[in-house]
């Protein structure tokens, strides 16, 4: 489930003396793998090359710089490389977070917009019911032809 949003909290990621240690084209790097994870069903990038390029669409020329700050956001564990993919522990446990949150919201809606069941259907009237009429009031059919009943 592709969620349009993901929770970002400034202060963590200024705070974070490893982000701090990060060149702003790194940072920038990094921010759009967030970003990229974020949109995919899993949070898992596929981490071969052509994937990669793909995804991340880096300016021709700069090869070598894009897959060594890779490696350096590997390397300070801000992102993790396992099995061919490339994630992010937090941001996967943020999206699991609100995809269940999305469901819970979306059942509440639909149980919103569904009417309440009568237990074992419509209740039967009693037999003795008869409904009450007041005598003082104009039938819609006396009203315009000019006649009340009363």
């Known amino acids: 489930m592709a969620l349009p949003y993901f929770p970002w909290y400034p202060n963590d ?70 099995d061919g993919f490339i994630s992010s522990e937090s941001l996967s446990l943020l999206h699991a977070i609100a995809v269940e949150k999305s469901k819970k919201a979306k059942r509440a809606a639909l149980a919103r917009s569904q009417p309440d069941p009568i237990p074992g259907g419509v209740p039967d009237r009693p037999p003795d019911y008869e409904p009450t009429v007041n005598r003082n009031q104009q039938t819609v059919d006396s009203k315009h032809s000019g006649n009340s009943e009363r």
């Open 13 to 82: 990621f200024l705070s974070d003396l490893r982000i701090r240690s990060l060149s702003f084209a790194e940072q920038g790097l990094y921010f759009s793998v967030l970003n990229r994870l974020w949109l995919l069903p899993d949070c898992k990038l596929p981490a071969d090359d052509n994937s990669l390029l793909r995804f991340l669409s880096p300016k021709e020329g700069s090869d070598a710089h894009w897959r060594r700050w890779l490696n350096k956001l590997v390397s300070l564990q801000l992102l993790v490389l396992k």
